[in-house]
């Protein structure tokens, strides 16, 4: 939920401005409705896919350890970035009139915004304990206990919200000049671009928390990488094995959402106005609908323990008992 005085902040400024346009959508006709069919659809992949592997992980003692902790974290943000969008655009899909009033869009950048930065500190948790359970396998049950695992991913969760609740209230307390968006969604960076004076506040703070927090944990990702990559090429074939089994879905998982973020800066920051409209349509929205379905689909095939209690209870013996289910394991 948004703070009450930031949703006073935003009721400042509705006397200002009482809606944005959106003006990135495409008159498709009677196409529409297909589109329409086709995002909902994925909608409803991404929260049953998600809120499957949520309910195993959380129902089997046996996956109550630190890394599949870090993926019911994962998977929750999963379900909470699609649905801060999703909904939105299947209902402007269908409108003819592309508006969102002022407080929702902030509402919307308030719910992408913590999911994206959400879902890096995650991942950059995820990094350093894959790091320390191949490279200090000795010192890892005492290093991430599970005392650790939830500081961790406690501080995934505040750390984004305590970012997010300054960015907007910067924004939130200038004064716009403008209601045109060139997004079908809500996001700060254009909106910052509509604000008539005092934007610089907004711009620094932006730089020093990329320059800061961003990069560091881009750094911490890329380092323990480096150390993995080393004690798998210099380690036995069983360490190489285990690094690829665990390490896989991550690395894919990570990847794939450094390209969805590099696509959406890349058409924040530069003139994409040559770029067809729907490729523009379909790369901001990468981020938000790929990395959802990707994940699960990822980390439910390639990581052992999911795969075999998954296959147990929904493939092979849908029957199965509690005590068989041990012994699979």
Not at 36 to 44: D, E, K, V
Not at 264 to 289: C, N
Request: with cysteine; glycine share 4%; charged share 10%.
């Amino acid at each position: 939920m948004v703070p009450n005085y930031l949703i006073a902040l935003i009721e400042m400024n509705i006397s200002q401005v009482s809606h944005f346009t959106l003006s990135a959508y495409i008159d498709i006709g009677l196409f529409k409705y297909i589109v329409f069919l086709f995002l909902m659809c994925i909608y409803i992949v991404i929260i049953s896919c998600n809120v499957l592997l949520i309910v195993v992980i959380c129902v089997n003692r046996s996956l109550h350890e630190p890394m599949y902790m870090f993926l019911c974290s994962l998977f929750v943000n999963e379900l909470y970035g699609s649905t801060g969008l999703l909904p939105f655009l299947l209902v402007q899909i269908l409108s003819d009139v592309h508006t969102v009033s002022v407080p929702l869009c902030f509402l919307q950048i308030f719910c992408l915004f913590m999911y994206g930065n959400v879902e890096f500190y995650n991942l950059a948790a995820m990094s350093y304990d894959r790091y320390l359970a191949i490279c200090h396998p000795l010192q890892y049950n005492t290093q991430m206990q599970m005392n650790t695992v939830i500081r961790l991913v406690v501080l995934s969760w505040f750390l984004p919200l305590l970012n997010i609740i300054v960015m907007i209230s910067l924004n939130a307390s200038s004064r716009l000049c403008g209601n045109i968006i060139d997004k079908v969604y809500c996001i700060n960076y254009n909106v910052t671009k509509l604000v008539c004076s005092g934007a610089a506040a907004s711009n620094i703070y932006g730089l020093v928390y990329t320059f800061t927090v961003v990069i560091g944990l881009a750094a911490l990702i890329v380092y323990t990488y480096i150390r993995i990559l080393k004690v798998c090429f210099s380690g036995s074939k069983q360490t190489r094995q285990k690094a690829v089994s665990t390490c896989t879905p991550h690395l894919a998982s990570l990847l794939n959402f450094s390209f969805g973020c590099f696509f959406e800066i890349l058409q924040s920051r530069f003139d994409m106005s040559s770029v067809p409209g729907v490729l523009r349509i379909i790369l901001s929205l990468y981020f938000v609908t790929c990395q959802p379905l990707f994940n699960p689909v990822v980390y439910g095939l390639k990581l052992k323990k999911i795969y075999l209690i998954l296959s147990a209870h929904l493939l092979l013996h849908p029957t199965i008992t509690r005590e068989q289910d041990t012994k699979i394991l």
